[in-house]
Every structure is written in C-alpha cells, then in structure tokens.
C-alpha cells in the first residue's frame, strides 16, 4: 500500500518562508511526476508547482520566482520551498503523485493525493 506522508506546514508572517515535504512509502516501482497543489475555504483546487521524473518543472504564475519545487528520488520525497509568503497564501497544500507498481504480474500507475497540511501568513 502506497501513502504519501506531508510535513512542513504551520504559521509565518509575510515575508517569511516555510519548506514543504512529501514522502512517498509502500511497494513502490517508481515514482513519475509529483505536484503540489493548495485549496482555500471556498475556492477550487489549485495546482501550484509540479516536476517530472527528469526534473523539468512548471508553476503557477502566482508562485513563480517564489516558491521551488525540487524532488530526492533517492528518498521518495518532493520539497516545496516558499519564500516571501503573502498572506493570500494561506490555504491547505496537498502533495500529488504519480507512482507505478507492479501486482499479480502488472505494472501500472496509480494517482495518490497526500493529506494536506495547513499553511498560515499573516500579517
């Protein structure tokens, strides 16, 4: 059983930064892209920043020359650091990938979705 395990999250004051961690664990072949994504009381699902297995990233014109997505393929995990916090911000990160198994003989890809912790900027 695969699970996505996040940490990082909490409260700071605009200007400051936090670092997001996700770490992927189970019966794991290999792990394709990982992303980031944010949702806000009210708001849809956004997604912020992503990278591929070969380290080509995108991200969301609001976060850009802001936040970094890198990943330690040799651990399992994706970072997400977030530099000069706004409060807008603010809203729950959840951690996303794409990760291959093999089952009875197959190898296929699941999508798994972290739990989400809580970031806070005040200000």
């Known amino acids: 059983q695969v699970q996505l395990v996040e940490s990082g999250g909490g409260l700071v004051q605009a200007g400051g930064s936090l670092r997001l961690s996700c770490a992927a664990s189970?019966?794991?072949?290999?792990?394709?892209?990982m992303a980031w994504y944010r949702q806000a009381p009210g708001n849809q699902r956004e997604q912020v920043a992503a990278?591929?297995?070969?380290?080509?990233?995108n991200y969301a014109d609001s976060v850009k020359g802001r936040f970094t997505i890198y990943r330690d393929n040799a651990k399992n995990t994706v970072y997400l650091q977030m530099n000069s916090l706004k409060p807008e911000d603010t809203a729950v990160y959840y951690c996303?990938?794409?990760?291959?198994?093999?089952?009875?003989?197959?190898?296929?890809?699941?999508?798994?979705w972290g739990q989400g912790t809580q970031v806070t900027v005040s200000s």
């Open positions: 996303n990938a794409d990760i291959r198994r093999y089952s009875v003989g197959y190898y296929y890809i699941n999508n798994y």
């Open positions: 189970g019966s794991i072949f290999s792990i394709n892209a």
């Open positions: 990278i591929s297995s070969g380290g080509s990233t």
